[in-house]
């Protein structure tokens, strides 16, 4: 933590506390970040940004209030908390707003966790542009004479973030993230105009595949989806590509939270020990992967974080339970939310698999969708190609997949060994079995 940050967080908390506040946090964070996005050969925009600012949760005669501002002088800091404490006052009082008992804190490891780009500041404009470029150059070369249009953009964002409690907690971050993106719309039969991307995101420049890759890559899945047709509604095996396996399972995480649980809202209530999946259905939330995108030594509350088993060979272990949602919950906080996202995975590659299945759908994204937090029922859109012998021989669009998660977790039947490393959930490719895929 920078003095300079050291000392404007203590001075919220030494105001706060003479002004009556029974407890305080103060998070301040500084960030940058820059965008380079190009189209048609130009830079389509270029915005680059800088902020700094402090934030406050004020607990106050057990009412509650959180604010921010962006004016970091002392004297305008302190009336600024003094002016959040009368307006906590206002509030209807939460007996279970508070800060996290300090106990939580304590057994927070100390590792590096490879946040930060040591190499950041070297980054230059030259470079991004230089990256942009190449990403619409190479998109539009493999898409041939079926590309009509490529946007492609290079992102990178330093976020530095100090927390000080009144009652013991201290930490900061320091991070980086940047992400090169290409989307390509060709021209298809008719008005047809199929869109497909592709990226990489990382903690560094250098870690990122080469950008002739990734605008390919992005060509290529946009050409997948050429002469897209709708089906018979049958039932089939299903695999769903390792980078849109988040789209599902976002509704069995979302039943997870604590929240849901609270407000009775969820098809998981009660539901702890059970078995709601196959064996194949385990996710592990590791936070100490060094240069993870969920990567963290503490979570939202300040809790020490550590690895946990939330599904265990489909056994459901645990929630995701923040301090607040435990207060009202009457039971032990485990932590807020997700942070790497493991499913252990498999020895075979997608290829190996489609050649066992012998017809299936290969599922390459989804559209729109709506997942029932309190029955479990869901339903999305799809996109993907027909396979048959192991060979892919058709693309299939204008179809969906509806089923329940209580039921349909029990239909996974392998893991393919392809973890998709560009996100804090990296799940690899999932085959399901005896899936309905409506259509005609």
Known sequence: MSKEMMNLCEIVLKTAQDAGADDCRAIFVKRRFVEVQYREHKPEKVQEASTQDI????????????????????????????????????????????????????GRKEIDLQMLDPDYQKVTPELRHAMAKELEESCLQAGGEKAISVTSTVYDDYREESILTSNGFKGDIQSTICYAFAQMTAQDEGDRRPNGYHYAVDRSFKKLPPCEEIGRRAAARTLELMGSKKLATQTLPIIIENQDVERVLDGFLGAMNGWALQQKRSFLLDKKGEKLGSDVFTLIDDPFIVGGL??????GDGFATRKRTMVEKGVLKDFYIDWYRSRKLGVEPTTGGTSNLLLPVGKRSVAEIMKDLGRGILINGFIGGNSNSNTGDFSIGITGTLFENGELTQAVAEMNIADNHLKFWHKLAEAANDPWPYSNVQMPSLVFTDVVVAGV
Do not use: C, M
């Not at 800091?77 to 006052?89: C, G, M, P, S, T």
């Open 294 to 299: 969920g990567s963290s030594l503490y979570d």
């Open 55 to 106: 934030g406050i949760d004020i607990y106050v005669d057990g009412r509650y209030v959180s604010q921010n501002s962006a004016d970091l002088r002392p004297g305008a800091l302190k009336e600024f908390v003094r002016n959040a404490i009368e307006a906590a006052k206002l509030l209807e009082a939460d007996p279970y707003r508070t800060l996290p008992d300090p106990k939580y804190y304590q």
